[in-house]
């Protein structure tokens, strides 16, 4: 994905003062990372302030960048995923797919969460590149639980290698591959229900 | 996940191989014994075809756009350079205007404006009424403003005028206040040692006796009901006197 050299020089290029250089680099992450930090949020505002962050931690901690250790773009999805993990824990928005068949139990009035998405009667191929299918794909993604959604996010949505994510999400390989399998599992599931006829 | 053993595969060893195989890279014998324990098993069989229902809805997803104003807001947070100001079109210049115009425009329009509401007009109108009363109250007149000399040198001249007016005051009036105080000294001397007077029953100020407050009852309790007598005058109409009788209400506090 990206030439080490060039982008060793670039960030060298960076931590000497140079604003071109700067702005080269966040014109090629900006969409990668937006993308990231907008299907974990799950809302354009959060996304966009967090690609703020994301960067401006960057600009920072440049210096720290070593270019033996691994590429540019697995240090700055590490950022970022660090960064979405911060967010997470000051959000609470803790939702465990474990539980998402089951009604939770002190609460006895809540839905299982397979129920709460919307129910649609058009099957799944043929509107599977609508905009209302992305849309109810994005809102099963964000019901998983962080860590099967950020393996997911990493694999599927960014085309990461299964030795990136475990070097990202600080797990063993094996850690990775269960976490992606149990996350896709989850999401088919809730999405079954929501399209019965087909699925 | 049950850990069972089917067609010479653990069901933990089918979740690892779960990903190569629908990445594809999984062949020849691995991918029979994958195959076979996934036809046979009840758990990792339903596993598979979600997990590839859920990758395929996942690829569905296309990225999304950024917004336009993103990167030029990275740049501004973090280097302080403002690029979006380069892709705006540049302002339309205004006509040059004199700074006499540009004074009126920027601050007595707006003065003239909040000037012209009924409400501070009122308002004004009762500030000048009250200062014009209380100036001929003091007996200000405009004539004495208009004669007053703001000159520095004028200035200092009244104020050390003042300054000598205030001590010569104190300097006149010195002995009249210590013959004030000779006189008070002699005074205390020469008068007779004052009699005590005789105790006094505070008497409650609306208090009828005849009927005490229900509210008093309530936190107090009545518990002494006693006739004591006066202290009486020592002398020669300690026999003759009628001793006077004094009905005396204690309270006490209810603890």
């Known amino acids: 994905m990206e030439d080490v050299q060039v982008v060793a020089m670039l960030v060298r290029r960076c931590i000497a003062g140079d604003a071109a250089a700067w702005e080269e680099i966040v014109q090629t992450y900006n969409r990668r990372i937006y993308n990231i930090c907008y299907r974990f949020a799950g809302s354009s505002d959060d996304a966009q302030d967090l690609t703020q962050e994301v960067f401006i931690k960057m600009y920072r901690t440049l210096s720290s960048y070593d270019h033996t250790k691994g590429a540019f773009v697995t240090w700055v999805t590490t950022i970022t995923r660090n960064l979405l993990v911060d967010h997470f824990r000051k959000t609470k928005q803790d939702r465990m797919t474990d539980s998402m068949d089951s009604t939770a139990s002190d609460h006895e009035d809540a839905q299982p969460l397979s129920e709460q998405i919307p129910d649609q009667s058009a099957p799944p191929d043929a509107h599977v590149r609508s905009r209302e299918v992305s849309e109810t794909v994005h809102e099963a993604l964000g019901k998983l639980s962080p860590e099967l959604r950020e393996s997911v996010i990493l694999r599927d949505l960014q085309d990461m290698d299964y030795k990136e994510i475990a070097v990202v999400l600080k797990v063993p390989e094996g850690t990775v591959k269960s976490r992606i399998n149990r996350g896709r599992a989850e999401l088919a599931r809730l999405l079954q229900r929501t399209y019965r006829q087909v699925m | ?255």
């Open chain 2, 1 to 255: 996940m049950p850990d069972q053993t089917r067609n010479g595969m653990q069901c933990n060893e089918f979740d690892q191989l779960l990903t190569d195989a629908l990445d594809g890279v999984l062949s020849g014998a691995a991918l029979d014994r994958f195959q076979a324990h996934a036809r046979g098993c009840k758990a990792c069989g339903p596993l598979l075809a979600e997990a590839e229902a859920g990758r395929n809805w996942l690829q569905g997803l296309t990225e999304v756009e950024p917004p336009a104003s993103l990167v030029s807001n990275i740049l501004a947070s973090t280097t302080g350079v403002d690029t979006q100001r380069l892709w705006t079109p540049a302002p339309v210049r205004q006509p040059r205007t004199s700074w006499l115009e540009h004074v009126q425009a920027s601050f007595l329009e707006p003065i003239w404006a909040m000037v012209r509401q009924p409400r501070f007009a009122m308002s004004f109108g009762m500030a000048f009424f009250a200062l014009s009363v209380g100036l001929t109250v003091a007996g200000v007149k405009p004539a004495d403003i208009r004669s007053l000399d703001l000159r520095p040198a004028a200035i200092r001249h009244t104020y050390y005028n003042t300054q000598a007016r205030v001590v010569r005051y104190f300097d006149n009036v010195r002995p009249v206040l210590e013959l004030q105080a000779a006189l008070h000294g002699i005074k205390r001397n020469l008068a007779p040692v004052a009699e005590p007077e005789p105790a006094k029953q505070k008497e409650h100020k609306n208090d009828t006796t005849q009927q005490p407050e229900q509210k008093e009852e309530r936190n107090y309790s009545r518990t002494e009901n006693q006739l004591i007598l006066a202290s009486a005058h020592e002398g020669p109409c300690l026999n003759s006197c009628d001793l006077p009788v004094v009905s005396v209400t204690t309270y006490r506090r209810f603890v």
